[in-house]
Every structure is written in structure tokens, then in C-alpha cells.
């Protein structure tokens, strides 16, 4: 009963302290709806930087930071250089001459910040219509096609290079093998030992298969929105926020569910120092660290091929049905 208690302050205090920190977003998402009402005071060059903003979800002023070991630039932009403004309707015409020109250009490399200084629409350009001009930490300037540039930098921010560095497909099938490897080996060694094991072998707690539910429906959450919103997903990436009530209604159950791990986490983790001494503990710790990371990638990859919401159900019913037979008079 006390750790419930301490369980609601926490949660209540939680909830305080992400109220207390939500701020309106200035991402292109409201910006936009807000500027077209009073779209007759503004220039077309103004409504059609906004319109960029809203539909690539970064403007002029935007931070990066080089992902890739190096990232080529153009100090000249191959086209005629006179201004134009970020519209689809004027053509940039290409300049023969200045194709003839030898390319002045210089690298930039891993961890190097750019900031956008400028952005030229060529619908000429077979290649990427768009050019975008970033500075350098050294104050130089240099023009990329905005898809080499968008694959070689993330948004300065440590939230949006988690989620690249997580999402890479390198990265995804490291992780894949490590954990499967990881999740024979414990499950293994747990079911010769008799120890404990969530779902079959459990303790006396409903935390631990509630965080190995709670991971698998976020998992299946994730992979739905990759699938059916990845323009919602994408601005987030270029503006993250851990704030659920900053976010549309899709992404702020995400990270209301992100959070939810957190915590039944902590409950987890303090009901299996009390049930259990240090070295069964640690060992039944990180077999449930195996269960939640098995169900991350088993869902979020068979979510995608739509088969991860019978298993969710599937997999629910069975782990429900575990814990009540194991705990009757609960």
C-alpha cells in the first residue's frame, strides 16, 4: 500500500512537471494555420517560405549537425544566383555557362554544426529541385541538394539523433542479433536454474508484465504511426519534444506511453529488489530487459507486414491469463 502511495505522488508530481513545461510549438504545424489568417499582410516570398516550412518542417535559421563522416559542399550554387523566393511557380532557368565551370567545393565533416542560410527552388534540376545553403561553424557558405543533405546531417537537437541513430538499418540489425543472442543465452540459463522469469516463472507483482505489455503496444504503436502518419513522425523529428501535451493527439500518446515504461519501470524495478535477493534479482532484471527488447523488435517489425496486431492481442491474452491463474485472490 505505501509503495502505491509513493507510486501516485511520483506520477502526480510527473504530471505537474510536464504541465509546468508546455509551451506552444512553433513548428511550421501551427505556425502556418495561424499566419494564413492574416495571409493579405504578408509578401508572396513570406507565404511561400511558410508554405516550405510547413510542408519540409525546417526553414532559414535551422540548426544541423553532420551525421556522416563528410558531407560535400558548392560554394557557388549551379544555377543563375539571382534572389528567388521559395515558390514552385517561378523557374530558376540553368545557366550553361556556370554548368561549364569548374566546382569550387569543400567538406565538412562528423559533428559539425550548419545552419541554414538560404533556399533556392530549381524545378529545372533534374537531379532535386531544391538547393539549400548552409553556414559552417567557420563561417563559410555552401550549397547541397537538399536529399544529400537531409541524408548526411540530423537536426541539432539530441532527441532527433537518437531516433536517426535508433532508426538505422545498421544500427536495427546489430541490435537485432545482440538481442537474440542475449535473449537465448538469460532465458537459457534462467530455465535450468529454475529462477524466476516473467510470464512463466513470475513474482508476486503485476508491475513486470504490465511493462512487458506496455512495451509491446508501444512498439505496435510506433510501427502504426510509421506506417499510416510519417509526416506526423517527421515533424517530430525535426522538432522533438519528450512533452506529451505539446504534441498532436497521435504523438502524445506515444510519449505518454514512453513515459508510462518509465514509470512502471521504477515500480518494476523496486518490487523486484523487495520479492528477491540481489544476485536473483539482478539475473530475473535482466531477463525482463531481454522479454521488453524481444517484444520491441518482434512488434515493431511484424506491425509492418500487419501481423503485429493479432500477436498484440494474441500475446496479451496470454499473459493476462498467466497472471491470474498464477495469482487467483488478486
Not at 524545378?123 to 541524408?151: I, M, R, Y
Not at 537465448?184 to 503485476?206: Q, T
Request: charged share 15%.
Amino acid at each position: 500500500m505505501c509503495m502505491a502511495k509513493k507510486l501516485s505522488v511520483f506520477f502526480f508530481l510527473l504530471m505537474l512537471l510536464l504541465t509546468s513545461c508546455y509551451r506552444e510549438r512553433t513548428s511550421s504545424r501551427f505556425q502556418l494555420d495561424d499566419t494564413l489568417m492574416i495571409a493579405d499582410t504578408l509578401t508572396q516570398a513570406e507565404q511561400d517560405s511558410l508554405t516550405f516550412l510547413h510542408t519540409h518542417h525546417y526553414s532559414e535559421n535551422f540548426n544541423f549537425i553532420v551525421r556522416s563522416d563528410s558531407l560535400l559542399l558548392l560554394r557557388q550554387l549551379p544555377a543563375d544566383p539571382s534572389p528567388l523566393p521559395v515558390s514552385d511557380e517561378e523557374v530558376l532557368p540553368l545557366s550553361e555557362e556556370t554548368e561549364a565551370l569548374p566546382s569550387d567545393s569543400f567538406a565538412v565533416y562528423k559533428n559539425q554544426e550548419l545552419v541554414v542560410a538560404d533556399i533556392h527552388i530549381i524545378p529545372a534540376d533534374s537531379v532535386d529541385s531544391v538547393w539549400v545553403q548552409v553556414a559552417t561553424e567557420n563561417f563559410e557558405l555552401g550549397w547541397a541538394h537538399e536529399k544529400v543533405l537531409l541524408e548526411n546531417v540530423d537536426p541539432n537537437d539530441p532527441i532527433s539523433q537518437f531516433i536517426s541513430t535508433f532508426s538505422d538499418v545498421h544500427t536495427l540489425i546489430f541490435l537485432v542479433i545482440i538481442i537474440l543472442m542475449g535473449v537465448g543465452y538469460l532465458l537459457r540459463k534462467l530455465l535450468k536454474r529454475n529462477a524466476k522469469i516473467v510470464h512463466f516463472n513470475d513474482i508476486d507483482s503485476f508491475y513486470p508484465m504490465l511493462l512487458a505489455l506496455i512495451v509491446a503496444s508501444s512498439a505496435t504503436f510506433y510501427a502504426s504511426i510509421q506506417m499510416f502518419a510519417p509526416e506526423a513522425w517527421r515533424a517530430f523529428y525535426f522538432h522533438p519534444s519528450l512533452n506529451p501535451f505539446s504534441q498532436p493527439p497521435l504523438l502524445g500518446i506515444f510519449l505518454a506511453s514512453v513515459w508510462a515504461m518509465l514509470i512502471v519501470g521504477i515500480a518494476a524495478l523496486d518490487d523486484t529488489v523487495r520479492h528477491l535477493r540481489f544476485n536473483d534479482a539482478f539475473l530475473y532484471l535482466c531477463g525482463l530487459a531481454a522479454v521488453c527488447a524481444f517484444n520491441y523488435i518482434l512488434f515493431s517489425i511484424s506491425t509492418l507486414y500487419y501481423i503485429g496486431y493479432i500477436l498484440l492481442v494474441i500475446y496479451m491474452v496470454f499473459a493476462v491469463r498467466l497472471y491470474i491463474r498464477r495469482n487467483p485472490h488478486k
